[in-house]
C-alpha cells in the first residue's frame, strides 16, 4: 500500500508494504551479537508438571522461557532510564508514527586525525566517529536544508547511522573480545545541537564500552550532566538510542521516514525492529 506523505514544503510517495527493517534477529539457535560479556540470548521449553512445553517432546504445544539481555543481546532502543536511579520503560518513550530521518555513512576517524576528545580521553588505536565526519557526510548527501531541517523542510527528528566497513558479519559479531568505534564528545552534541531527539547506530554501545562508566555520549544526548542519577536533571528524557542495528548496503544515504517499533515490556531498554520507508517521491 502506497501513501502520500507532507513533510515540510513537500510530498513524497511511501511505500508501506516495503520498509528496510534495521533489526538484527535474535533467533536463539543460531549465531547473534553480542557485548559486554552478556550470556547469549536463549529460549528452552517450559517445564511444569504435565507439560514439556515442546511438541518434538510430546506436548500439544510449544511455549518456551526466553531470557535475554536486551542491551546486549542484539538490536534494542534504550532511554535515559538507563543512568538514572529512577526507572522509566523505553516504551513509553517510543514515539508513535513516523519520524522525519536522515541514513548517514561514515568511516570512523582515529582520535589523533579527528583532535575530537571524550571522557576519558580516547586511546590511540580507539576509532571515533566524530562531528566533522557527521556534518561533512550531512551536507555532501544534500540533506541539509538549514541548521535542523532536512532537504523536505521538515525538521529532522532521527539520524540511522551506518559505519564502514560494512560487512555482514556484523550481524552476529561478538564485541565482548574486542573495541568498537564510538561517537566523541563533540558529535553528541552535534546530534544536539541539530534537534536529533532518536538516534540509531550500528555500534554496541554509542561510547567506549569500558569508559570507567562515564558514558560521556549518553549523557550528552540525553542532557543528563556528568555524574547526575536523577532523571528530574534529564533536559532530553523523550530522546532514545538504539543500538546494534543493522543497515544494509542497499539503503543509500539520504531522507527517509523511521519507525521504532518496540514491546510494551518494562525496563530501560527493549529489543525492537527499526524500520525504513524510503520517499519515492524524494524532496527537491
Not at 199 to 211: A, H
Request: net charge negative; hydrophobic share 40%.
Amino acid at each position: 500500500m502506497k501513501a502520500r506523505v507532507r513533510l515540510g514544503r513537500a510530498e513524497s510517495t511511501v511505500d508501506l508494504d516495503r520498509p528496510v527493517s534495521l533489526a538484527i534477529e535474535v533467533e536463539f539457535t543460531g549465531e547473534e551479537p553480542r557485548h559486554f560479556g552478556a550470556p547469549r540470548a536463549s529460549a528452552r521449553p517450559l517445564v511444569v508438571p504435565g507439560f514439556t512445553g515442546s511438541v518434538a517432546a510430546g506436548a500439544s504445544c510449544n511455549c518456551s522461557t526466553l531470557t535475554l539481555t536486551p542491551h546486549c543481546n542484539g538490536t534494542h532502543t534504550e532511554c535515559v532510564g538507563h543512568l538514572t536511579t529512577q526507572p522509566l520503560d523505553a516504551f513509553r518513550v517510543v514515539p508513535a508514527g513516523w519520524l522525519p530521518a536522515a541514513l548517514l555513512t561514515v568511516a570512523p576517524d582515529r582520535p589523533q586525525e579527528s583532535g575530537e576528545t571524550s571522557d576519558p580521553a580516547p586511546r590511540p588505536q580507539d576509532e571515533l566517529v566524530t562531528r566533522r565526519l557527521l556534518a561533512a557526510a550531512w551536507t555532501a548527501r544534500g540533506i541539509s536544508g538549514g541548521s535542523d531541517l532536512l532537504a523536505s523542510g521538515a525538521p529532522a527528528r532521527a539520524l540511522v547511522l551506518r559505519t564502514l566497513p560494512n560487512p555482514p558479519d556484523k550481524r552476529h559479531r561478538d564485541y565482548t573480545q574486542g573495541a568498537a568505534p564510538y561517537l566523541s564528545r563533540e558529535a553528541a552534541q552535534w546530534l544536539v545541537d541539530r534537534g536529533i531527539e532518536h538516534l540509531v547506530v550500528d555500534l554496541p554501545s554509542i561510547d567506549r564500552i569500558d569508559d570507567a562508566g562515564r558514558l560521556t555520549a549518553h549523557r550528552i544526548f540525553f542532557g543528563l550532566p556528568p555524574g547526575a542519577r536523577e532523571l528530574p536533571l534529564a533536559r532530553r528524557a523523550h530522546c532514545t538510542v538504539t543500538e546494534l542495528a543493522y543497515v544494509p548496503d542497499s539503503a543509500a544515504d539520504g531522507e527517509y521516514l523511521l519507525e521504532l517499533q518496540v514491546p510494551a515490556l518494562g525496563g530501560d531498554a527493549v529489543p525492537s525492529r527499526p524500520l525504513l520507508y524510503a520517499l519515492e517521491s524524494p524532496p527537491r
